[in-house]
């Protein structure tokens, strides 16, 4: 296949829409399964068992995707891979509306699973490549926007159909599928990564296929970006397994802990959609300056404290919904955004796609293997749960605390020449601050 760059590249943001919307199907398609298994529950014959192994699966499959789809978009091309990769989202959609037991439930979330984490590195190192440094956090920061639009999308229209049974399960699924089905068509306009063509074409000119130290996997277990690939690990996967837990099974502990029914349940994501979007929006602002980090703090205490209200005040209606509302807010700021705004500042570009789906890879097969003993928590204690998913929490938080609140140099300012950066830069210790 003959790559060429476009005469004039498409506008930044409208690059940063179309590539970013893999946020937004990766919340919803997390979100609607979480709501449609307790809905095809019945119909289906579907245990607790069952409902955690889908779960499960459906998380290790994301984890799978993201592992993959950096190196593949590395190797293929960004357009390339995240057209095929939306594409599986929506084969795996028309499994799960079809989809009339255990097993092809299974392969459905499976395939859907795949699409959606490999499509999340390379849509996001398609949004960075396309953004300079006047914009480029607030770029990142908008994908953020979009997970949290797209987890109220799901909720709203499980607000609307999760008295319907299985068919309202199905119109769930259906929802992600018409999203990602708009998303290729879109994706098919936009012309291949500029900066991939650039590195593609030195690769290609390259006396020795050998590739330089900063595109060496191992250069991440070592040097400078040892400590931010730790933090990242460390932090990312605490956090989103306390995340993932009360997002997956949200609907599944209003129903059966809280005896709400699910459709008003579900309204509660109408609630804190003003709350998400509001946040997201600030956290643009704030992405490229030095005041993150105290924003930072104020989101991590609001992300643990969360989890506390049910088990300190009962699990009902309104403790359900204040939890929510708490944890919207602390996410803008001390989850999914900053992680991906830390993940593409801190490495080099053979190594960002790489080292971001390492991240997230870890965390989903993290929260994966937890999704399989969910249930059988919530049933013994769902208190005690929630009180370990705050604890978990504080743990991650104070590891990106810890790992970044030194760390206030731009890889991308590196590459570009604008700062000779020392030996400690990338390491914690420096202090001058490059806007991002």
Same mark, same amino acid.
């Given at each position: 296949m003959n790559h060429r760059a476009p005469a004039r590249p498409p506008h930044a943001w409208r690059t940063?829409?179309?590539?970013?919307?893999?946020?937004?199907?990766?919340?919803?398609? @997390?979100?609607? #399964?979480? @709501? $449609?298994?307790?809905?095809?529950?019945?119909?289906?014959?579907?245990?607790? +068992?069952? !409902?955690?192994? *889908?779960?499960?699966?459906?998380?290790? $499959? @994301?984890? #799978?995707?993201?592992l993959l789809g950096g190196r593949l978009g590395d190797r293929f091309g960004r357009r390339r891979v995240f057209t095929a990769t939306m594409a599986m989202v929506v084969a795996g959609c028309a499994l799960m509306v079809a989809g009339g037991g255990f097993a092809p439930l299974l392969l459905g979330v499976l395939v859907l699973g795949l699409g959606s984490g490999a499509d999340l590195p390379v849509a996001l190192a398609t949004v960075s490549e396309s953004a300079s440094e006047r914009n480029r956090a607030a770029l990142i920061g908008f994908s953020n926007v979009l997970w949290g639009v797209g987890a109220a999308a799901a909720g709203t229209v499980a607000a609307v159909v999760g008295g319907w049974g299985r068919t309202g399960g199905q119109v769930l699924y259906a929802h992600v599928g018409a999203v990602a089905l708009a998303l290729v068509l879109a994706r098919l306009r936009l012309p291949e990564s500029p900066a991939w063509l650039t590195a593609r074409r030195e690769r290609c000119r390259a006396a020795s296929p050998r590739p330089a130290d900063g595109a060496r996997t191992r250069a991440l277990f070592t040097g400078p970006y040892l400590r931010p690939f730790a933090a990242l690990f460390g932090f990312y996967a605490l956090t989103n397994l306390a995340a993932n837990t009360s997002g997956q099974f949200g609907a599944y502990v209003a129903a059966d802990v809280a005896h709400l029914p699910v459709d008003v349940s579900a309204r509660l994501s109408l609630l804190v959609l003003p709350v998400a979007v509001a946040s997201g929006l600030w956290f643009m602002r704030i992405a490229g300056t030095p005041r993150r980090m105290r924003y930072f703090a104020f989101g991590g205490a609001c992300l643990a404290g969360g989890y506390l209200v049910p088990p300190l005040f009962g699990f009902s209606l309104a403790t359900l919904a204040l939890s929510m509302a708490i944890n919207t807010v602390g996410g803008a700021f001390?989850? /999914?955004? !900053?992680?991906?705004?830390? $993940?593409? /500042?801190?490495?080099?570009?053979? *190594?960002? $796609? #790489?080292?971001?789906?390492?991240? !997230?890879?870890?965390?989903?097969?993290?929260?994966?293997?937890?999704?399989?003993?969910?249930?059988?928590? *919530?049933?013994?204690?769902?208190?005690?749960?929630?009180?370990?998913?705050?604890?978990?929490?504080?743990? +991650?938080?104070? @590891?990106?605390?810890?790992?970044?609140? +030194?760390?206030?140099?731009?890889?991308? &300012?590196? /590459?570009?020449?604008?700062?000779?950066? &020392?030996p400690d830069h990338l390491s914690g210790a420096a202090r001058p601050y490059a806007r991002a």
């Open positions: 940063g829409v179309v590539a970013g919307m893999a946020s937004y199907v990766d919340a919803a398609a @997390i979100v609607s #399964t979480g @709501i $449609a298994l307790v809905l095809y529950q019945g119909p289906l014959h579907l245990t607790g +068992g069952h !409902i955690g192994v *889908l779960s499960g699966a459906l998380t290790a $499959a @994301i984890a #799978t995707g993201a001390a989850f /999914e955004g !900053i992680m991906k705004t830390w $993940a593409q /500042e801190s490495f080099p570009t053979l *190594l960002r $796609a #790489t080292a971001q789906g390492a991240v !997230i890879a870890v965390a989903r097969y993290l929260a994966a293997a937890f999704a399989l003993v969910t249930p059988a928590l *919530l049933r013994l204690d769902p208190s005690l749960l929630y009180g370990g998913l705050a604890a978990v929490s504080a743990a +991650g938080l104070l @590891i990106g605390w810890f790992g970044f609140r +030194g760390n206030r140099l731009s890889a991308f &300012s590196v /590459e570009a020449g604008q700062v000779v950066p &020392s």
